[in-house]
């Protein structure tokens, strides 16, 4: 595995495309949905008359004349349960690509729809909204999941039975690299075969030689904690407890005091915030050790109903922006603008890049095979995301169509980096940023770009 160390670029950069794009370009409405219950919500994503008189200008046609049925994307993600402050961030992502879509014309001609359920961070209930997705709304392709435990239900359940192209952003357990689902799913988030290593390597080199884990039972804390374990005593680390709990903790109060009793340098919590929450607030004494935090509590809500203060200038580690390169750079910082002037704000957790080049994999899948078909979908998704051919970033949807049309080799990367997919459906390249608590907000200090190929 080669590892790379990057420097984090702060200031924010224009351009949708590999020539830059338009900087003058209207910001988008916030569109915010929520599923009462687990009922289907149709999202409009048509965009505004502004935005379409802008695509009409720039492209030389009217992106609002759409022919045949929307083009359909179901959308599982956690509104409710121990992810629901992911659920919220990463459907507008997918909005913004969306909004980008539809402007520059659609998906073969046609209207992209985003049909949105609720996971509920629960597989029974994340299988049952993806089967109601494909069966009865006829969707063409599955964003999903959020946690690796739903993402491997809907797999094998859904995706695998049905014939479905099915893609999560923010899965990064290892047990999904070797999933039998017959080639349907796929990830945009780095496996944490990858994190496990960095999260290990941040410990040593903080001088930390006992660690303590706080790890929830699921597929995504059981296949983190063995990677960070692995490589924390691989690098002469000893490891002095393991304590795992449940995604709705029993005796929270007792969960801490295992690690403090300890006595270990650090203590590592690979978690969800609502079980974090719950089991962080209900101790006593947190102890005198530091925290080390993993991606799934990288959320700025989280630490303020903690009480920020006792967390300040600790450490955590998620995904972060990979740096090589001017057009990816330029196609993350752009996504990062976008999202602020549509939202307001700064997303606070980890895949929201992912989540929006997602949306651009199904749409550019679809229009490399020449239909909807999940299969033909599914054989074309290599061919457009991995090298060799001219590198393509998301913005400028109607000059991505253009090159499709033309019959142009492309290698799309998107705002989160290369999506280069391996035999399993993982991407072989990202970056791993270490973020540190500031005044309750969660500050990336530095990336470390991975190869895992």
Known sequence: ????????????????????????????????????????????????????????????????????????????????????????????????????????????????????????????????????????????????????????AIASQVSAELGILQISAGSTSPALSTLEEGDFFFRTALSDAAQGIILADIARENGYDSACVLYIDNAYGVGLDEVFVDSFEAAGGTVVGNFIHAETPEDPEMIVPACVDTDADVVVVISYPEAAQEFLS?????GDAPYLFTDGLKSRDLFEALGAEQFEGMYGTSPGLF???????????????????????????????????????????????????????????RDLANAPGVTVIPGDWADLRAQVAAGEDIEFQGASGPVDFDANGDIERGAVEIWQLSDGEPVVIETREVDLS
């Open 282 to 286: 209900a101790a006593d004494e947190l």
């Open 323 to 381: 740096q090589t390169g001017a057009s990816v750079i330029s196609a993350g910082f752009r996504f990062d603008r976008e999202y602020y002037e549509a939202y307001g704000e700064t997303s606070s957790v980890p895949f929201t890049r992912e989540a929006y080049d997602t949306i651009y994999l199904f749409a550019l899948a679809a229009e490399v095979a020449g239909s909807d078909d999940p299969a033909e979908m599914r054989d074309a998704l």
């Open 1 to 152: 595995m080669l590892l790379m160390i990057a420097g984090l670029v702060l200031a924010a950069c224009g351009g949708g495309s590999a020539d830059d794009g338009d900087d003058d370009e209207s910001a988008l409405e916030p569109i915010i949905a929520s599923s009462g219950g687990n009922r289907p919500l149709f999202v409009d994503t048509t965009p505004t008359p502004a935005e379409a008189d802008d695509a009409d200008e720039d492209d030389g046609a009217d992106s609002n004349e759409f022919t045949g049925e929307p083009f359909k994307i179901g959308v599982v993600q956690p509104f409710t349960g121990g992810l629901s402050d992911w659920g919220e961030p990463h459907l507008q992502a997918a909005q913004l690509a969306v909004a980008e879509i539809n402007a520059g014309g659609g998906v073969l001609g046609r209207e992209v729809v985003l049909i949105e359920m609720d996971s509920g961070t629960n597989a029974e209930q994340g299988v049952e909204a993806a089967r109601a997705l494909v069966e009865e709304e006829g969707v063409s392709a599955i964003f999903g999941a959020a946690g690796s435990s739903v993402s491997l």
